[in-house]
């Protein structure tokens, strides 16, 4: 079983080393690359302003933060429900540069950081995928014809639950209806960014024959022959 968590965040701005803080998280749980129905979600007091920009992106106010939890208050929640599944992120270094900035804050007790090698990026899995084309999650969502029609701002779960979406038709559509028990792997950030494109070869060939026909097939080589051209070109009948 393949436990992954879709996760997005919200923050005043876009700067976590000169100050700008978290103020929302949304995570979706995905097992073997179906979503559970299970989410996280939580706004967080920064204790400080959201700036003008931010505001302009995801609509979340001050005054709408002014009452929440700060972040000491719900990283227990928050890390207890990631447990140790593997993260996906859209441009994986901007929200795991907020959330390592946060666990640093927390002194002695923080979590471990984030290690960013371990994520996937689906930016890096979109920019693979389509090269050259526009990659950001809207673009995917009309790419991929997944719905928008609910998303008027930015929100963390809500961008999460889409991530989610796009992030399957990422690995090739769809499988909720196969009755899959297992999943296929997929690279984290590091391995994307090391790719290297290699030969493949050839994938030999399986017989699909049974063992009556195989019977009579060896019966046919035999016929024609110790020095027949087919016992060249396909070998022993045995083998095949």
Request: net charge negative; hydrophobic share 45%; proline share 5%.
């Amino acid at each position: 079983m393949l436990r992954e968590i879709v996760l997005d965040t919200e923050t005043t701005g876009t700067d976590a080393k000169g100050g700008d803080r978290l103020i929302e998280i949304g995570c979706v749980e995905l097992i073997n690359h179906v979503q559970t129905g299970q989410t996280f979600h939580q706004l967080v007091n920064p204790q400080r302003a959201v700036s003008e920009g931010a505001f302009a992106v995801h609509g979340i106010s001050d005054a709408m933060l002014a009452g929440k939890p700060v972040f000491a208050d719900i990283v227990d929640a928050f890390v207890a429900f990631c447990g140790d599944a593997r993260l996906v992120i859209h441009n994986a270094p901007f929200d795991v540069g907020f959330l390592n900035m946060e666990f640093g804050r927390l002194g002695p007790a923080a979590p471990p950081q984030i290690v960013l090698e371990d994520v996937v990026d689906t930016l890096l899995l979109a920019r693979r995928k389509h090269p050259g084309a526009a990659n950001n999650l809207d673009a995917l969502c009309n790419r991929y014809g997944v719905d928008t029609t609910r998303r008027v701002k930015h929100g963390a779960l809500l961008d999460a639950q889409i991530l989610a979406e796009v992030y399957v038709e990422l690995l090739g559509g769809k499988q909720t209806s196969l009755g899959l028990s297992v999943a296929e792997p997929v690279e984290t950030a590091s391995a994307l960014a090391a790719v290297e494109s290699g030969p493949v070869g050839p994938r030999p060939i399986r017989s699909r024959l049974g063992d009556a026909e195989r019977e009579r097939h060896a019966a046919f080589v035999a016929g024609l022959g110790t020095n027949a051209v087919w016992r060249e070109y396909l070998g022993d009948p045995e083998t095949a």
